[in-house]
T-cell receptor
């Protein structure tokens, strides 16, 4: 069984560019979560999605950030016009229902 | 304000010693989970506790959920270098997991 797959593992963007982070959940999982982690810190909740629906986006900035989980294909976290403060590790997790999460190995975004 | 506070933030002990890390909150959680994260990887689930007062053991690790379901502890017996990592607690609140601040554990051989 493949685990949660995130790509790319590392992403470098210049200020003002767009960053697109992809997450393929585990097979059979219909719940996807995105978290952000700064060095030496815990994970901060961003958004919770089910297929084609955003359930809770209370942790996601209102501007420049968007997320989707289409009927077919991976979940996408999109950051427009990136700034240096967006540099972080972004983790995706999936579950078959609420509760225990299975995490991917993250995308490390560096904004130069 | 941080919903879940973990202590200590950093802990460095000798191999063979025992240790306890704590996860505290003023909120009541329907369940609480402990994860371990190694550098460059995502967190890996260690245990889920659901019932107030529940105790679960995983080899040398003992997890306890507080009676009021607001806090939890993780006790490691005879720590080994392989236990080194970032330990995160996470509470299930309003259908999403909120993570604690983390305890960075280093076991010195």
């Amino acid at each position: 069984n493949a685990g949660v797959m995130q790509n790319p593992r590392h992403l470098v963007r210049r200020r003002g560019q767009e960053a697109r982070l992809r997450c393929s959940p585990m097979k059979g999982h219909s719940h996807v979560y995105w978290y952000r982690q700064l060095p030496e810190e815990g994970l901060k909740f961003m958004v919770y999605l089910q297929k084609e629906n955003i359930i809770d986006e209370s942790g996601m900035p209102k501007e420049r950030f968007s997320a989707e989980f289409p009927k077919e294909g991976p979940s996408i976290l999109r950051i427009q016009q990136v700034v240096r403060g967006d540099s972080a590790a972004y983790f995706c997790a999936s579950s078959p229902r609420q509760g225990a999460l299975h995490f991917g190995n993250g995308t490390r975004l560096t904004v130069t | 304000t941080q919903l879940l506070e973990q202590s200590p933030q950093f802990l460095s002990i000798q191999e063979g010693e025992n240790l306890t890390v704590y996860c505290n909150s003023s909120s009541v959680f329907s369940s609480l989970q402990w994860y371990r994260q190694e550098p460059g990887e995502g967190p890996v689930l260690l245990v889920t506790v659901v019932t107030g007062g529940e105790v679960k053991k995983l080899k040398r690790l003992t997890f306890q959920f507080g009676d009021a379901r607001k806090d939890s502890s993780l006790h490691i017996t005879a720590a080994q270098p392989g236990d080194t990592g970032l330990y995160l607690c996470a509470g299930d609140l309003n259908e999403k997991l909120t993570f604690g601040t983390g305890t960075r554990l280093t076991i010195i051989p």
